[in-house]
């Protein structure tokens, strides 16, 4: 009988950790969704009050009266000083924005796409430019004109800095309703970098709607 009652305590103890072993992955793994799915939507989510107050600090409601293009503010920087620039969100064929950051590029308005009334009728960039941008299964990226166009174009970087100088982790797009092809009036510090790139750390920016 102390056998049989010692085996029987021995299998009843072994079946017990048996399930416990299979239980526990499962409770752990329940675990660790129920903290991850919280850490995701908390993520992505943005409080309306930071929102608010870091585009009110940005923000302006009247639009600077002297400013420059984006052209002129990149030959005439040679040290880091303040500019005030009017640019028209966009890189080209490719994005201008960042994600999740509130910084975005602009581009020189006045050539910008490239448009053919930019051109003397007479000249021979006039004559050779002369299909139609709009026509369908046109690509930009494929073409030689556009191409030209798009690599002689100004731009510049905008970038929205808090208190520490970092980045702010806000989409520009969200931070201040922004949208591609959107003139834009900024004021900051512009400087070029080493790439040759004029970067502007703004301290403010106009959106003409």
Not at 76 to 97: E, F, K, M, N, R
Not at 120 to 135: G, K, L, R, V
Request: hydrophobic share 45%; aromatic share 6%; proline share 4%.
């Amino acid at each position: 009988m102390p056998k049989l009652f010692t085996l029987a305590f021995v299998f009843r103890g072994d079946l017990l950790m048996r399930r416990f072993r299979f239980r526990l992955p499962i409770a752990l793994g329940l675990l660790a969704v129920g903290l991850i799915i919280p850490a995701v939507g908390c993520q992505g989510s943005i409080d309306p009050a930071e929102l608010a107050a870091r585009r009110d600090a940005f923000l302006l409601t009247e639009e600077p009266a002297e400013k420059m293009s984006v052209a002129e503010a990149k030959e005439s920087v040679t040290d880091p000083q303040d500019i005030v620039v009017l640019g028209q969100i966009g890189a080209g064929s490719s994005a201008p924005w960042s994600d999740g950051e509130a910084q975005f590029i602009v581009s020189e308005v006045a050539l910008l796409g490239f448009s053919d009334e930019d051109l003397d009728d007479d000249s021979e960039d006039s004559a050779a430019h002369a299909h139609d941008h709009d026509a369908e299964g046109h690509d930009p990226s494929t073409c030689p004109f556009c191409s030209q166009a798009e690599a002689d174009v100004a731009r510049a970087i905008v970038k929205f800095q808090d208190e520490q100088g970092r980045v702010i982790g806000i989409d520009a797009r969200k931070l201040f309703e922004l949208e591609e092809k959107q003139l834009v009036v900024v004021t900051g510090r512009g400087e070029v970098d080493t790439l040759g790139n004029l970067v502007i750390a703004a301290s403010g920016i106009y959106v003409r709607r």
